[in-house]
């Protein structure tokens, strides 16, 4: 029989039915303590009451109708959002991939109408991910992502985050748009920049009137115990952010961010969607902002993220064959692993945890924002018994 999908994705066996909170339960009735969570989608774990309630009630309402029409709940959603952040407008997208291109649009469309049109090139850094467009793909400049999909697109730029003097060489340039930068690199091995790196970032890009992207659609929205990543750094902000993940916690949504000023060249037919911010989105985006951008679910977060750290930290100690570091911000969390990091969630799964892979050899933990202290315990005893697990496997493999 051949497979009737196309053959993109290493899934892992186990066909999931349901979500209970951090728990999901596959067709044989297996409970797994789920710490990918859609990797960092979900961030108020699975059936949340409030966003059932809000899909269901809207499903009865209204779907969908197209942009040409005011949608109440885009205009909500926006407020809220511009209320909580440095932004002035939102453009709603249903990815995060869409999110990026608008951003990177949005930066070029900026010097355009600035009569600066050669300004279009986008620095971006190795270990980033920005989605799989091609917009994206050349942003993050993985050659893994991009090899036989055609040749490179002019007006991107690649660098190492530890190279400064590449870094200012390439803000300084007068064809420079725009840098892209993710405030705590997710894909790349949940690798968190430090404040220094990025306020440095900031002042580089404002004094050569080059526009700063924060693409936070895996560290926004609480992941890292604040409502956005660089809020824990004063003065970090962006020009433009893209979000998605947790801003829909589990139904398609995307957005863009930015201030009046770098969304000036973004005017009608510039740009679109027929599905980015439909009334089922803005429903579901609206009650999982209310519920996460809450004081006490921020805080929650950071005291789970605490405890969290702690404990692993003193598994690590249990385990210096196992596991080489760990690492990451809030609850965007990552295990750099001694053995092969597939190997390692293999073995997971079969203690009945589920984690994420990840650049330089990670293993990622993305629990629900709203994982409690027990339930940190037990992920932490079910990675113990992994852990034993794969020294055990090392020591035959030697
Ligand atoms: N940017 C970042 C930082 C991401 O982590 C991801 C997804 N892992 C994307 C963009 C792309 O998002 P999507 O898969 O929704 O297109």
Redesign the pocket.
Known sequence: MTDPLMNLYNRAPIAVERGEGVWLIDTGGRRYLDCVAG??TDALGHGHPALVAALTEQAGKLWHVSNIFRIPGQEALAQRLVDASFADCVFFAN????A?ECAIKTARRYHHVNGQPERIDIVGFAGS????TYA?INASGNAGYMEGCGPRLPGFVQLSIDDAAAIEDAIARPTTAAVIV?PVQ??GGARALTGEWLLRLRELTREHGVLLIH?E???GMGRTGKLFAHQWFDGAEPDIM?L??ALGSGFPV?ACLATTEAAMGMTPGVHGTTFGGNPLAMAVGIAAFDTIARPETLAHARAASADFFERLEALRSRFPDVIADVRGKGLLIGLKMIQNNRDFMGIARDYGILVAGGGENCVRLLPSLLITAEEIAEAVTRLEAACTAARGAMVQAA
């Open positions: 990797i960092a990815t995060g991939t869409e990026v991910f920005h989605g799989r994206a993710e997710g894909e693409d659609v895996q560290s893209a998605a993940k995307g």
